[in-house]
């Protein structure tokens, strides 16, 4: 892995806790930023992934925003390369 990836999340987000939930179980450690207290955290998620809504998922090029667990399966199905790097090739399946 290049580099960790990294999860922007807002307090009280229930897709977040869901996302943050199916990372740990998966054991794929990432960087949690908080975006509904920092306006760097947000003004960087809003440069990368052009929308504002979260969770969203950035590791290298692989951006996917305002997702659910299925959602996020199927955008890293369309990039198995992301799937061998993140080392979620058997589990992601599952879905």
Known sequence: MKNKPILYVKNGCPWCVSAISYFGEQGLEVDLKDVSNS????DRMVTISGQTKVPTFVYEDFVVADFSVEEFVEELNQRPDVKVELSLVSNADEF
């Open 39 to 42: 306006h760097v955290a947000m």
